[in-house]
T-cell receptor
Framework: GAVVSQHPSWVICKSGTSVKIECRSLDFQATTMFWYRQFPKQSLMLMAT?????????EQGVEKDKFLINHASLTLSTLTVTSAHPEDSSFYICSATLAGGPDTQYFGPGTRLTVL | DAKTTQPNSMESNEEEPVHLPCNHSTISGTDYIHWYRQLPSQGPEYVIH???SNVNNRMASLAIAEDRKSSTLILHRATLRDAAVYYCILRDHDMRFGAGTRLTVKP
């Protein structure tokens, strides 16, 4: 089946630093990748949708200058949390859609970000 | 956006069938109904999807109402590993999740 990986699986950083999270589709090409954020006991919140080679589309209320998304290839998207603060601590999850296939989403295992 | 409504939580006994309902009264004709589940501290996992006809796979069955305004995910024999939050989603141009149903399976 289609596999999506994320790296790192967890990260702890100091307030004010930037953190990059990678999302890779391992055995398929993904035309579209999605980034979500999930706080404890809550559902996933869509942050942005990114298509390979174009700018990401951000959800209302998500700061595009703070959450930088790059989707440079059909197998890799990155999310950079710039100038991270404790309130950015969350579980970040990416998903990918199989190029040319049905719209089934394949999710990564998530990245736990803790900002001190 | 098409929206879905699910009960917040359900309980089941191990080895018994579980029927997880989802209402989607504003579904459009081209919306696929997708189900995912999420175990604690993991990314969601695809379960099943369908458009109009009932669907079966090795994980579950999906029963879709004739008017498509509701659907039911059926786990034929719940196991402890099926304890998770189950999300019903209408696949249009993006993937917004509702609150889902937290399924508890009792031994």
């Amino acid at each position: 089946g289609a596999v999506v990986s994320q790296h790192p699986s967890w990260v702890i950083c100091k307030s004010g630093t930037s953190v990059k999270i990678e999302c890779r589709s391992l055995d398929f090409q993904a035309t579209t990748m999605f980034w979500y954020r999930q706080f404890p006991k809550q559902s996933l919140m869509l942050m942005a949708t990114s298509n390979e080679g174009s700018k990401a589309t951000y959800e209302q209320g998500v700061e595009k200058d703070k959450f930088l998304i790059n989707h440079a290839s059909l197998t890799l998207s990155t999310l950079t949390v710039t100038s991270a603060h404790p309130e950015d601590s969350s579980f970040y999850i990416c998903s990918a859609t199989l190029a040319g296939g049905p719209d089934t989403q394949y999710f990564g295992p998530g990245t736990r970000l803790t900002v001190l | 956006d098409a929206k879905t409504t699910q009960p917040n939580s359900m309980e089941s006994n191990e080895e018994e069938p579980v029927h997880l309902p989802c209402n989607h009264s504003t579904i459009s004709g081209t919306d696929y109904i997708h189900w995912y589940r999420q175990l604690p501290s993991q990314g969601p996992e695809y379960v099943i999807h369908g458009l109009t006809s009932n669907v079966n796979n090795r994980m579950a069955s999906l029963a879709i109402a004739e008017d498509r305004k509701s659907s039911t995910l059926i786990l034929h024999r719940a196991t402890l590993r099926d304890a998770a939050v189950y999300y019903c989603i209408l696949r249009d141009h993006d993937m917004r999740f509702g609150a889902g149903t937290r399924l508890t399976v009792k031994p």
